[in-house]
């Protein structure tokens, strides 16, 4: 078995998420169900939601962000255990993020790096 990393975006709104914080909740029960499935299919390894705010930290400073200019923003994640990336697709196929207008999720493998 493989982790996966399913990152849940969403189009920003003025200076915010674009959903109200009472859309949010309305949607939590799917949410809810969702990662219910998730775990109870034991594919669960861990998921957050993410706060707008944040920083930017480069090499030449730290900066505000996500930026007011970006079209989409990071809303949060899903770190999944299964065989291939296509069953972590699969698993994505039901997140209620999609069901948003401008609601999309990118499924990255997670590599396990040896150092030292």
Known sequence: MKEF??????QV?????????????????????WI???IQNGNFVSSQPLDYEGKIVKNKGITD??????KEILAGYLICKVATIEDAIEISKKCPILDYEFGSIEVRPITSLAIG
């Not at 709104?13 to 169900?33: A, H, N, V």
């Not at 962000?65 to 970006?70: F, N």
């Open 5 to 10: 990393l399913l990152l849940f975006r969403n």
């Open 13 to 33: 709104g003025e200076g915010s998420y674009s959903l109200s914080p009472e859309e949010m909740q309305s949607t939590m029960p799917k949410w809810q169900d």
């Open 36 to 38: 219910g499935e998730v």
């Open 65 to 70: 962000g996500p930026y007011v200019e970006a």
